[in-house]
């Protein structure tokens, strides 16, 4: 979410998804990774093939929500611990 909250058209570097551990063991370069983002129904690679977003940005509902889960993840993992 910070990646997308800095950019004013909410575009995140394909590099910080290519940075993620699973998709380093499917994707060997970022114009790879590119290439397969484009081929998504959800997302838009920008013409010069180095940042991504979703097609339908995030709602305020969308943010509440992913606020929640993020509250009630916190309360969970301290009761494990």
Sequence with gaps: ??????????????????GFKKIKALVHNNPMLAAA?????KLVVS?????????????ESDMQEFQWQKIFLVI??????
């Design 47 to 59: 013409g010069d093939g180095k940042r991504v977003k979703r097609r339908h940005p995030f709602t």
């Design 37 to 41: 983002l484009r081929t998504s129904s």
């Design 1 to 18: 979410m910070r990646f997308i909250s800095k950019d004013p058209q909410g575009y995140v570097p394909i590099s910080v998804i290519a």
């Design 76 to 81: 969970l993992l301290t009761k494990i611990l």
